[in-house]
């Protein structure tokens, strides 16, 4: 794992993603990767076809997942790796956030299909079996339909939090996903907490009770995060004892990131592995990891 990059933030087709768990660890490969997590939203669905596909595409997978919180008017998502998929908390809580954003996607659709020709059919086959539906999808169906260029044209207008279709759904606080995570043996990290300018949202004595809670670490290296934010983002990592993450978030064709584009230092991610022990990083070599 110290010879090749590490991207530990990729979705499949289980969340948001365009390609499956095994296409995923395919691409990962062609592009040279050593190291992924596959952390799809509020599922774990992807894992046995992502480890099954990396045994013979010398990729190491690390077990994920992107756990959506909130926080006040905010959604904050919260990174979890090698934690137990079966905990009772985590499985009852995702659950409830996965039927809470499908709830929240027939809002949506429903408000939108007023102002444009978009039926609730067309978002479902945007989907697979067992995705986390969510507005990607209704994004992609919007596209289909020939109202948008592109699923970032949609978040930049119609899906827009001020768009007038925007509506909330049901996720934890970011300190009880945090806690949740830590008591199913995983390790925590707050996803892209600097996109935007949406870090303000979280202040440093917000960051510290995370910390204190157990949070790992902050990922600094994203493409949503501004100059400014990473450079706040790494003050938070040295005086809180935090590590700092790097990866790109990639969805396939959903979004432009591109696998790679920002990788996680090798010790940082030993130092995960040898935290996490709610599950096991699979290691290219067939080695589960100590």
Request: glycine share 10%; proline share 5%; net charge negative.
């Amino acid at each position: 794992m110290r010879n090749t990059p590490i991207d530990l933030h990729t979705h499949s087709v289980v969340s948001d993603g365009t390609e499956t768990p095994t296409q995923l660890v395919r691409s990962a490969a062609n592009a040279g990767l050593g190291t992924i997590a596959l952390t799809d939203h509020d599922s774990t669905a992807g894992w046995q076809e992502a480890i099954t596909a990396a045994a013979t595409a010398g990729v190491s997978v690390i077990p994920g997942m992107e756990l959506s919180t909130n926080y006040g008017p905010a959604s904050v998502h919260v990174l979890a790796y090698l934690f137990d998929p079966l905990d009772r908390t985590i499985v009852t809580e995702t659950a409830r956030i996965r039927d809470g954003r499908l709830r929240r996607a027939e809002r949506i659709v429903e408000k939108i299909s007023l102002d444009y020709d978009l039926s609730w059919d067309d978002v479902l086959a945007e989907s697979s079996d067992g995705t986390t539906l969510g507005r990607p999808h209704i994004a992609d169906a919007l596209v289909r339909k020939g109202h948008v260029a592109n699923r970032s044209a949609a978040f930049e207008s119609i899906l827009h939090w001020q768009g007038g279709y925007y509506e909330k759904y049901y996720a934890p606080s970011p300190l009880e996903g945090v806690k949740m995570i830590i008591a199913a043996g995983g390790v925590p990290v707050l996803a892209h907490p600097a996109a935007h300018g949406k870090y303000r949202q979280l202040t440093g004595s917000v960051i510290k009770s995370l910390a204190d809670a157990g949070l790992f670490g902050l990922e600094v290296n994203h493409r949503d995060n501004s100059p400014e934010g990473r450079e706040f983002l790494l003050g938070l990592c040295a005086k809180y004892g935090l590590e700092a993450t790097g990866a790109s978030d990639y969805h396939g064709m959903g979004k432009p990131n591109r696998l790679g584009e920002n990788t996680t230092e090798p010790e940082v991610l030993e130092k995960m592995i040898a935290r996490g022990t709610g599950s096991q990083a699979f290691i290219a070599n067939g080695t589960p990891a100590e």
